[in-house]
């Protein structure tokens, strides 16, 4: 039963107040078909509203079933519509976007039941109003009449005990209107059918029991208020929850409706996200290329000193730095170029460095065939070096075996050839050596031979008749602690005048420097497209809403919680994200292709036969992880753009909504 006890309704009219319900206390029991008459704004669609919950700015009191209704939240307010009360509108509103039997299955979907079942129970209902043929049709392809048909299949779908229908004949000839009617008169036997109609005929011919308004009183009720049957069920609560799919439904929907809106909205939200992906992309290609190829030449802790003047360090000095126990080796960095025959009888050039002091100052990525030199009278050579002494022109990987077998335990006779204007002038012996090692790597372009530094230092005076000194000497400290390291600079620059530079980090610190700066213009340009998509975004949803919100009131009434309402248009939003950072995932790797593409055949091949296959790099590095940190982000913010238009959206009031056409 429902009860209503002193309802008031006030609208705020300029500076006064007109009561829409005025003072009305009435009930209404199962078995009740009542038509409510009245004149147009006596009240009738308010007092309507209020009895099913949507309207619930009231003074007085509802009751339904023996529960006072004051303490509602929304959420209660959604339930009870969902479950106790089935809405027949004037205007049908059915859903467009959706088929037939998705607008009767919807209040089904609303309670959490499953589609399938939904799907069979809407169905069957349709059946009963003589509709089931049309059940896979949307409703614009229906008449008036089939549409009021479809509009109370669904309000019968939950087995409500309370029908409400505002004015449902009143667009349909007279023919229809009393079909309507006799329907709504056979399923109020156990429910309370409360219908609005100015329409007296209806009434005399239909009605059990007649209400009369007039300025929101009751004029006049032919129902005996006295007999009060005692009720038996009670309102028990499930939750109304709709279920993730159906939200997304609504979203896709929405948005394939819109298809060219939401295609262009996400292509343009997209060029943010396209250039965040070749800008990272192609800080991580640079970035890994160039530490990659710096670490190939340069060993992590070898240390450049120099004099602050540059002139030459004093060998004292340097006999006093590398005795300090933080050196755990220094030198002179001597090299000279000297020259031996290869197996045709043809002179090689080579150049001769110390023997790296530990196999980790050997080139990265190379291996090392036989062992290291022990002695003055061991060299160790680089696969270059035994290929040109072999005369063998290809090396690759699979022949280095081959290569240091060939070469392994021979000796070399090292010359130095003295050109002047290129007549031989002189030739200079230097001795003979044992190969005892090989290094090798794809990657090396250069002939080197390493020999032991004391014999470096001989050979070189032997050449130029003193020791060619030159101004920069390396270091290799025994640790890796930066304070260690500072406090070490700081007394060679103050003790010796003497500045230590790490080439390595030198490089590298310069180069994270340029990363950084780049870093720094690319999160601007990815702040400003991000503020721009969001408000984008925002302005969409909101459009969306605008659009559709008497689909919202729809929906509302029927028994959509604030949170679906929200979760609709969130999963809008969503999607937009989706399919924008999808979009822009596509572009960004054909870019990268084409670009990497270009990059290649216009600088990276040419500088590689320049430098004999050493230049090998790619521009634009396409990383799993990014993608999908960025598709992850763009469903989030999109999430976040759409939130305070979804909220507002949930906030609508529904009958103003349903009013809107
Ligand atoms: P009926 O359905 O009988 O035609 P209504 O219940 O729609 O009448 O309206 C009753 C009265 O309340 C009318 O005077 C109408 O102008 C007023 N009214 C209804 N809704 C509003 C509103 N949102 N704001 C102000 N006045 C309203
Ligand atoms: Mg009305």
Redesign the pocket.
């Known amino acids: 039963m429902l009860k209503v006890k002193n309802l008031t309704r006030k609208?705020k009219?300029g500076s006064s107040f007109?009561n829409?319900v005025d003072d009305i206390t009435t009930n209404f029991q199962v078995g009740d078909f009542v038509f409510v008459l009245?004149q147009?704004?006596?009240?009738?669609?308010?007092?309507l509203n209020i009895l099913c919950g949507l309207d619930t700015e009231i003074e007085g009191s509802v009751e339904i079933d023996g529960i006072d209704t004051s303490n509602f939240s929304k959420k209660e307010w959604a339930i009870y519509r969902n479950h106790y009360v089935g809405f027949v509108f004037q205007e049908y509103n059915l859903i467009e976007h959706l088929k037939v039997w998705e607008n009767v299955a919807l209040p089904l979907q609303f309670q959490g039941i499953g589609k399938s079942e939904a799907k069979i129970k809407a169905i069957e209902e349709l059946d009963r109003v003589g509709l089931k043929k049309f059940a896979e049709k949307k409703p614009d392809q229906l008449s008036g009449g089939q549409a009021q048909r479809v509009a109370i299949a669904r309000a019968l779908v939950t087995n409500p005990k309370v029908i409400m229908a505002d004015e449902p004949t009143g667009a349909l000839d007279t023919e229809l209107g009393k079909k309507i009617i006799g329907y709504l008169r056979k399923v109020s036997q156990d429910r309370i059918v409360v219908v609005?109609t100015h329409d007296e005929d209806l009434a005399s011919e239909f009605a059990s029991r007649t209400v009369r308004?007039a300025d929101?009183k009751i004029i006049d009720d032919t129902g005996n208020l006295e007999t009060h049957e005692k009720e038996t069920k009670k309102l028990s609560f499930d939750r109304p929850k709709m279920k993730f799919s159906m939200m997304m439904k609504f979203a896709r929907n929405n948005i394939f409706s819109r298809m060219f809106r939401s295609l262009a909205t996400s292509s343009i939200v997209s060029i943010g996200y396209i250039s965040i992906f070749l800008l990272t992309f192609m800080i991580m290609g640079i970035n890994s290329s160039i530490s990659d190829t710096i670490g190939m030449f340069l060993p992590e802790d070898q240390y450049q000193i120099y004099t602050v003047d540059n002139t030459e360090i004093n060998p004292t000095d340097l006999f006093e730095i590398s005795n300090m126990s933080i050196v755990e080796n220094a030198r002179y960095n001597v090299s000279e170029r000297v020259t031996f025959e290869s197996r045709f009888g043809v002179d090689v050039n080579v150049s001769l460095t110390p023997v790296p002091y530990d196999q980790a100052l050997l080139t990265q990525d190379a291996t090392l065939y036989g062992r290291l030199p022990q002695n003055e009278t061991e060299i160790l050579i680089n696969v270059n070096t035994a290929a040109q002494i072999r005369g063998i022109s290809q090396v690759d990987e699979d022949s280095f075996d081959y290569i240091f077998d060939l070469v392994k335990n021979s000796t070399l006779d090292l010359e130095y050839k003295n050109y002047s204007e290129f007549e031989l002038e002189s030739t200079e012996n230097l001795g003979s050596y044992k190969i005892v090692g090989m290094v090798a790597s794809t990657l090396m372009m250069d002939s080197v031979i390493y020999i032991d530094y004391e014999e470096l230092l001989i050979m070189s005076e032997q050449i130029h008749d003193e020791v060619n000194y030159r101004e920069i000497a390396l270091l290799y400290l025994s640790t890796e602690n930066e304070d260690d390291i500072e406090a070490f600079t700081v007394l060679l620059r103050d003790d010796y005048n003497i500045v230590v530079e790490n080439f390595f980090s030198a490089i590298t610190s310069t180069i994270e420097n340029f990363m950084y700066n780049a870093l720094k213009i690319f999160i601007g340009i990815a702040a400003i497209s991000l503020v721009v998509s969001g408000i984008l975004i925002g302005l969409v949803i909101y459009t969306s809403i605008i659009e559709r919100i008497k689909e919202i009131g729809i929906l509302t009434a029927i028994g959509a919680k604030q949170t679906n309402i929200v979760g609709i248009f969130l999963a809008e939003s969503a999607m937009i994200g989706l399919l924008s950072s999808g979009i822009a995932t596509l572009f960004a790797l054909l870019l990268t292709r084409i670009i990497n593409g270009l990059f290649s055949s216009f600088i990276e091949k040419p500088l590689s036969l320049l430098s004999s296959g050493l230049f090998d790099m790619t521009l634009l590095t396409p990383k799993i992880w990014v993608i999908g940190l960025v598709i992850l982000f763009s469903v989030l913010y999109s999430m976040i753009a759409g939130l305070i238009p979804s909220l507002k959206a949930s906030r609508l009031n529904a009958?103003?909504a349903l009013r809107r056409e």
């Open positions: 609208y009219n007109i829409a009245g147009s704004g006596s009240g009738k669609s308010t007092l609005v308004l929101g009958i103003k």
